[in-house]
């Protein structure tokens, strides 16, 4: 992992789990700014940069559902969410609103730094070569963390990227889901199998047409290929 400074921000207003997130993140390589508000967290984001994005859904100016939709139209940092709601309804709108990963209070300090980790190992230790993959009329260029369709941008999440430029290394090749959380989160991960569900759903939103058959195909009891 890189040596450089790695900004993330935490959007949490309880002073108890703000000191828990300090020593969970106590690292050489982190800088972290903590805020209390909504207000202050969109003033973060265009002063600071950051690359992760920390936020508590039980803000007291702002409904954190609508905060995280909001700051995803903003910034295309890692959103890790923290939520006290221990519902799979909760978990998936949070998942389908851009957030990257959650996690659900109470949570270890150990629990939280192996998600920040997974989390940014996949933009610190990617490699810096360029390749352009062209799958039909999606094209994937990794150099500048692009991906088109017939020439139109397509505004992909850094997740619902990486899966897809794992997805198309091989096209046709089927992928386990605990190979994906492997490749993508890590072998430390230790979530459910069921986060690349919610991220293959927004995937295929983005990049199939209406009524057309999807790109990526389901392999029953297995996981998921890229078809072109």
Known sequence: MSTDSTQILVVEDSPTWQQLIQVALEDPRYVLTTVDTASA???????????????????PDADGFELCKELRSQTDAYILILTAKNSEIDRVLGLSLGADDYVTKPFSAREL??????????????????????????????????????????????TEFD???????????????????????GDSYFGSDNLVDTHIANLRKKIDAPGAPSRVNTVRGVGYRLSL
Do not use: C
Request: aromatic share 2%.
């Open 163 to 185: 899966l897809l430029d794992a997805l198309s290394e091989q096209v046709g090749q089927a992928w386990t889901r605990r190979d994906l959380l492997q490749r993508i989160w």
């Open 41 to 59: 967290a969109r003033d973060s984001v265009a002063t600071h940069n950051p690359m992760l994005i920390l936020l508590d859904i039980g803000l």
């Open 113 to 158: 730094s192996a998600r920040v980790h997974a989390l940014l190992r996949r933009t610190l230790d990617r490699p810096r070569t360029t390749t352009v993959r062209h799958l039909g009329d999606l094209v994937l260029d990794t150099g500048a963390h692009l991906v088109t369709l017939n020439d139109e941008v397509v505004e992909l999440t850094r």
